[in-house]
């Protein structure tokens, strides 16, 4: 599988990574690349084996633990907004959102 | 003046500061001078003198206050910049967080804050992690101490590289796919992957969340467990993060109990089953490299240790499951890089689409963004199944061998990485030889089980090579204490760059 | 030829949590911008999600509310999923939901079709419910910095569950009853405080049309609906707009669709014009969501133990049975908790009048509520006081009229609302006495001898004319079915 123009602009753009006209090649290359490697995958005979998402349900099926419900966090806002390239008022600001 | 310059270990600094030698402030001052000095290997990536000695005086209070409960009172240590840390700026080695301040700590951090270390600053590694040779940083690759022209490994290399260098004896990393063990067997030293869940993943920049484990850099396995202890443990914060009652047993006590001397008339590892897997030890491995470890594994045998031949089939598979599950997860984990709450916003755009596209692609180096690509590709419309499922059922299968090969076993054994420390620049070209470089600490991090890198001599051009020992699940002490044991009778992990030990 | 109607839909629905879902900030809505957004749910470098355990019992106790108290459609493993877009009130770059194993599957919501003594009962079944985190709101007014919009991310992280339906309801009447009677449940268990206004119950309608008997046709998303009437006109504009495009020849494109209230149209959404690829997957930070028989057992008990594992589907069957109330009255009366308890309470003290209570409640007590803009739980006249003023009605003390009076004083707060102090107090009694109005029917009949003359020449309406004169004469307190009666016999005479 290689990994075309189109589909490295589709993924791109999923991703939102801007990729400029001049390295659409050269990334295209490198990601071909990958995906050889990646596509080794294929051969293999899974059947019957359940996905692993979290390691340790390797060996016996883990539980997600659960929080009791109190607000309690600390929020200052200041600290939080700190590293906001553009604000006003606490709101944290951005182009124009369309709809 | 006082001088560290002859101190390695955790004990050693430990003694002078109880014996009162000198202050933690005037170890935390020669320290920041060291650092300094070592400037050209570029491991520190932020030092505040100020920070440092506030935390020294702080340590130097309760020492004069006779404080007892904190083992790694006054203790240099410093910590891999994926810790977020309050004072020290936090970037994770990326342009995408040049600036960044984070307003709350690691708990990796509190915690050894809460153990008495003293932080000497934040240390370099690849950008958000990703990569073996530390050449991904934004801010500039590290020098290898051994041979300042080679890379020090990756991700963790500014880790390995300031304990190597002597600098400070301990450092904390984080391991993915190998980002503990590989830089601690290119530098020489040791460290240790714990079981995924040991160590709280709250305050670290995420990479892989299903792979991310925290763990200590430092010379001896001793120090490994001293430090791991302080950084292990349960915490609320993290949902990943473990309370069993295996998990609560204290890695130092179960260390010292291990090592407490008892007679052990059929040798030092009388008993012990060292599996070795066959897959360990084919053509890609370097011929030193292939030596020295086998020399190591001869040690064990010599001392009473029994030789098992396993097999680990899907060894090589390890490389498209992990380089599919680790980029997928990654993918979604960087998505919060948007430049709207924090981190790089381009200077110019047309629109919010624009302005978050342009953001990205100029914050993150190319690694990343090609991580991003594969991680965004595999779960995409049509290839979820066929990639990121797929990759998820040869991880159980990764899993399972693991666990066939503990029924004959107690710890695994072999080489860390198939070659010493390479050139910086020999390999950035080509991702995928890169990538097949983590050949042999992949299925470890897939499995989620404890690994450890321990110095095991040096190949004929005096650059370190690092034993792999692999453990089953919560079997760090165990495995820390078999380390010890190896490390008192060879003296690999003594050796210091530029010679002498 | 007809067309027919296909209405699925989407409710997101704001659990009443204190803290959020995955993180101890508070939920409470109107706080300062951002100040109510933890590191976590800014998604700040190196925070993780930590999954609240009321948010799980609410679930729980919504599964067993659709279901008759059954458990089988509770998940006892479900999976929360990354739903991944960019957004920028979308603080992580991806939404933790639930996609391919949610909380709960299947369950079903009755409906009643219909108005008055005719209407029956339909059931909509239920596709899935599942637990999700909201995003944040983007502001677009008042801001000084020109061309921007702000992001405020105190909303970020607020559970909710996303209550998808079957694409069972044929017209937008049915799907506003829908809404309203799925609005009943999770008021009614607790769950969600049904605040609209607020957001906290938000329905998505996905609305096709096709020729009866033909395979679904391509279906549009409305969204941005925040109140039932709107609800209904969005479907009503939505469905007038596809079968208009279908017939002038055109395609109905599936698309989401934002209703205009100002307008009272549909319209395209020009961010959601791409073709979405979430690349949902399992959460890496979340183990898989384990709910034991035990927690389910325990919920159905707390449940049974506050009278909520009475749905308002059971209840409003009791209604019908027992109380020998319509499908309409049963449906007005199990819209919330608050008026099923006002109407037991009513029932109660007016002697068992239970059609007179819902007739005052669903009417006097409904509109004066709509009227003053408030719920009824702040009602300046409960239950109680309701049926002892109904009670005076039924034991003829008042007639209708006088009741409504009546209760106009008891609204205003007069005598605490004592319908008995305040008949006593302004002489409301209705005379009964049959001299007393015999005496007045002899006065008016004397006065009106044209309209008598009328009458017994066969016009029949005269006679409103005569009792509109006694009721007159008699301030209005003589009761109006007896005038009737003692003024039909004098004429007869």
Redesign the interface.
């Known amino acids: 599988m290689s990994f075309d123009s189109t589909t490295l602009q589709r993924i791109a753009s999923l991703a939102r990574l801007d990729v400029p006209a001049d390295q659409l090649a050269s990334l295209g290359a490198e990601m071909s690349a990958i995906l050889v490697l990646v596509d080794q995958l294929q051969g293999v005979d899974t059947k019957g084996v359940a996905p692993l998402a979290h390691p340790l349900s390797a060996v016996s099926e883990m539980a997600l633990r659960l929080r009791p419900d109190e607000a309690c966090a600390e929020i200052n806002r200041e600290a939080n907004m700190q590293n906001a390239p553009m604000t006003e008022n606490g709101l944290f600001l951005v182009p124009r959102v369309l709809d | 003046m006082f001088s560290s310059l002859a101190m390695r270990t955790i004990t050693d600094f430990s003694r002078a500061l109880a014996a009162k030698q000198v202050s933690a402030v005037e170890l935390a001052t020669d320290v920041l001078a060291k650092a300094t000095a070592a400037k050209g290997l570029n491991a520190f990536l932020h030092v505040d003198a100020d920070l440092t000695l506030a935390e020294a005086r702080a340590a130097d209070k309760h020492i004069a206050a006779g404080v007892t409960s904190k083992p790694l009172l006054g203790v240099p240590i410093a910590h891999k910049d994926i ?2 840390t309050r004072g020290w700026r ?1 970037t ?1 080695g990326s342009k995408m ?1 040049a ?6 700590d ?1 708990t990796v951090v509190e915690r050894l804050r809460a153990a008495g270390t003293v932080c000497v600053g934040k240390l370099n590694c690849d950008e958000f992690a990703m990569g073996s040779s530390n050449e991904n940083s934004a801010f500039g690759p590290v020098q290898n101490p051994w041979d300042t022209g080679r890379i020090p490994g990756g991700s963790s290399g500014g880790s390995a590289a300031a304990v190597a260098a002597g600098i400070v004896p301990a450092t904390t990393g984080t391991d993915t796919g190998g980002s503990l063990r590989q830089p601690a067997a290119m530098t020489g030293i040791t460290a240790i992957k714990p ?3 040991r160590v709280s ?6 990479f ?4 991310d484990q925290g763990g200590p850099m430092a010379h001896t396995a001793e120090d490994c467990a001293l430090v791991l202890d302080a950084m292990a443990g349960f915490d ?5 993060s ?2 069993s009652e295996k998990a609560k047993v204290s890695i130092w006590q179960g260390f010292s109990a291990q090592i407490a001397s008892k007679p052990r008339p059929n040798g030092e590892f009388a008993g012990l089953r060292i599996g070795v897997p066959e897959e360990f030890f084919t053509e890609g491995l370097s011929a030193d490299v292939s030596t020295r470890v086998t020399e190591a594994i001869d040690t064990f045998k010599k001392h009473g240790a029994t030789v098992v031949d396993i097999s680990l089939p899907r060894t ?2 390890a ?3 992990y ?2 599950i680790a980029p ?2 990654a ?2 984990n ?3 890089f ?6 790089h ?1 381009a200077a110019h ?1 047309a ?8 953001s ?2 100029e914050g ?1 180096g ?1 690694e990343v ?2 991580r ?3 991680g ?6 049509g290839y ?1 199944d ?12 990764i ?2 061998d693991f ?1 066939t090969a503990f029924k004959s076993c107690d710890f695994i054994m072999g080489p860390v990485a198939p070659t010493t420390a390479w050139k910086i620049g020999e390999k950035s070209s ?3 030889a890169m ?1 097949l470089e983590d050949i042999f600490t992949l299925g470890v991090s ?4 404890p690994g450890m890198s321990v110095p095991c001599g040096f190949d004929h051009q005096k650059l370190p090579v690092g034993l792999q020992i692999i453990g089953n ?1 919560f079997e760090e002490p165990a495995m820390l204490a078999a380390a010890h044991r190896y490390q008192q009778l060879t003296d690999w992990h003594l050796q210091i760059p530029g010679g002498g030990k | 030829m007809t067309w027919e109607i296909v209405i699925g839909i989407e409710t997101h629905v704001q659990l009443a949590t204190r803290s959020k879902i995955f993180s101890s900030a508070s939920t409470a809505f109107g706080a300062p911008p951002n100040t109510q957004a933890s590191v976590v749910d800014l998604a700040l470098p190196g925070t993780l999600p930590v999954m609240n355990k009321q948010a799980v019992e609410f679930a729980i106790k919504f599964g067993l509310a659709v279901n008759d108290g059954q458990t089988h459609n509770i998940a006892r493993r479900s999976i929360f999923a990354r739903k991944n877009y960019f957004y920028p009130d979308l603080p992580k770059g991806y939404q933790i939901s639930q996609f391919e194993l949610p909380v709960v599957t299947g369950g079903f919501v009755d409906i009643q079709v219909g108005e008055g003594d005719t209407a029956t009962t339909k059931r909509i079944n239920l596709t899935r419910a599942h637990l999700e985190e909201d995003a944040g709101k983007s502001l677009h007014e008042g801001l000084e910095t020109p061309g921007v919009s702000g992001i405020d991310l105190n909303r970020a992280g607020t559970p909710l569950l996303e209550i998808v339906s079957e694409p069972e309801m044929r017209s937008a009447a049915e799907a506003v009853a829908y809404a309203k009677a799925l609005h009943g449940i999770v008021t009614w268990i607790g769950i969600c405080d049904g605040n609209m206004q607020e957001g906290s119950f938000r329905c998505d309608a996905n609305v096709s049309v096709r020729k009866p008997g033909e395979p679904l046709g391509t279906r549009c998303e409305i969204k941005n609906v925040n109140s039932f009437r709107f609800l209904e006109r969005a479907i009503n504009y939505e469905v007038r707009r596809q079968i208009e495009l279908i017939e002038d020849g055109g395609k109905v494109i599936q698309q989401t669709r934002l209703y205009d209230a100002d307008r009272d149209e549909t319209r395209a959404m020009r961010s959601k014009e791409d073709a979405m690829d979430y690349r949902y997957f399992p959460d890496p930070d979340l183990l898989p969501l384990a709910i034991n028989e035990t927690q389910i057992e325990t919920t159905r008990g707390l449940m049974l133990r506050d009278g909520v594992i009475d749905v308002p589907g059971s209840t409003r069957q009791q209604l019908i049975d027992a109380y020998d109330l319509s499908v309409y009255d049963a449906q007005l009366l199990t819209q919330s908790r608050a008026f099923a308890t006002c109407f037991f309470a009513a029932y109660n003290s007016s002697g068992e009048q239970a059609k007179l209570c819902a007739n005052w409640i669903n009417g006097d007590l409904a509109s004066q509520l709509n009227r003053d803009g408030i719920e009824l739980a702040d009602s300046p006249v409960n239950g109680d006081q309701l049926g002892r003023l109904v009670k005076r009605i039924a034991d003829g003390t008042l007639s209708s009229k006088m009741a409504k009076e009546v209760f106009g004083y008891m609204w205003a707060g007069e005598h605490g609302g004592d319908a008995d102090a305040i008949i006593e107090a302004r002489g409301l009694k209705q005379v009964t006495d049959t001299g007393a109005i015999e005496k007045i029917i002899d006065d008016v009949l004397a006065k009106n001898e044209k309209s008598v003359a009328e009458f017994k020449s066969g016009k029949e309406k005269a006679i409103q004319a005569l009792i509109g004169q006694v009721m007159k004469a008699s301030q209005g307190k003589a009761n109006p079915g007896q005038v009737n009666e003692l003024l039909r016999k004098k004429l007869a005479e």
Do not use: C, K, W
């Open positions: 810790f977020v936090s994770a967080l600036n960044y301040v984070s307003p709350f690691a079981t995924y869940g993943r709250y305050g670290m920049i995420a892989a969340s299903s792979l609320e914060r993290d949902s990943t473990l309370d090589a598979l490389i498209p499951a380089y599919v997928a997860e993918s979604s960087l998505s919060r948007d430049g709207i709450r924090f981190g916003r755009y629109d919010l689409n624009d302005m978050i596209a342009t990205r692609a993150f190319r963004q090609r991003i690509l594969t965004t590709y595999v779960l995409s419309h979820y066929a990639y990121y499922l797929q990759a998820q059922r040869v991880r159980r299968l899993a399972q666990q080509d991702p995928v990538y897939l499995a989620g089980l699940y």
